[in-house]
Antibody, heavy 117, light 108 residues
Framework: QVQLVQSGAEVKKPGASVKVSCKAS????????IHWVRQAPGQGLEWMGI????????SYAQKFQGRVTMTRDTSTSTVYMQLSSLRSEDTAVYYC??????????WGQGTLVTVSS | SSELTQDPAVSVALGQTVRITCQGD??????ASWYQQKPGQAPVLVIY???NRPSGIPDRFSGSSSRNTASLTITGAQAEDEADYYC???????????FGGGTKLTVL
């Protein structure tokens, strides 16, 4: 069965970086794009960007341009999302999601990133 | 515009029908997909494309669209349908995606 398993919760200080992983299994890793979505406490879902696991190409939301980097490791079927220059407003649950023809059909369990001094 | 607009909250009596709407310019060119999210859980896809349900989603969930508005309808709402619902589609550029602000559904 399709699974996306994310890394564990992180606590970071303002100005630091965080790298969240998303390990895929149960399907051909390079056949589906992966998106990253975040949700601040009590807030809605926010799209961050997309990575093509096959070639590694990426596209990021304007809001995160220059601060976010998405990469992949095909040998381990893992996608990574790194967010730098963290601030308190980046405190959120970060999700990876598999895209199937514009729809996010499978989601990771979420990774809580807390930014606090 | 790259925005999708949803009503913040909607309520429905148990067993009745409720429609949740999503408005945005990009919906003239792209279908919306709909996600249900319960507290502490990841979102779940409930409707996609013209009106498609993933395996395991009850047939009381249906979708429709007209011009710049997409709708999610729950016919015969159940207590377990109480959740937040989000619409999503590509934005007007087609290169990025955008979520609506979400609608909190209360089943009375």
């Amino acid at each position: 069965q399709v699974q996306l398993v994310q890394s564990g919760a992180e606590v970071k200080k303002p100005g630091a970086s965080v790298k969240v992983s998303c390990k895929a299994s149960g399907y051909t890793f390079t056949s589906y794009y992966i998106h990253w979505v975040r949700q601040a406490p009590g807030q809605g879902l926010e799209w961050m960007g997309i990575i093509n696991p096959s070639g590694g190409s990426t596209s990021y939301a304007q809001k995160f341009q220059g601060r976010v980097t998405m990469t992949r490791d095909t040998s381990t079927s893992t996608v990574y999302m790194q967010l730098s220059s963290l601030r308190s407003e980046d405190t959120a649950v970060y999700y990876c999601a598999r895209e199937d023809y514009d729809n996010f059909d499978y989601w990771g369990q979420g990774t809580l990133v807390t930014v606090s001094s | 515009s790259s925005e999708l607009t949803q009503d913040p909250a909607v309520s429905v009596a148990l067993g009745q029908t409720v429609r949740i709407t999503c408005q945005g310019d990009s919906l003239r060119n792209y279908y919306a997909s709909w996600y249900q999210q319960k507290p502490g859980q990841a979102p779940v896809l409930v409707i996609y494309g013209k009106n498609n349900r993933p395996s395991g989603i009850p047939d009381r969930f249906s979708g429709s669209s007209s011009r710049n508005t997409a709708s999610l309808t729950i016919t015969g709402a159940q207590a377990e349908d109480e959740a937040d619902y989000y619409c999503n589609s590509r934005d007007s550029s087609g290169d990025h995606w955008v979520f609506g602000g979400g609608t909190k559904l209360t089943v009375l």
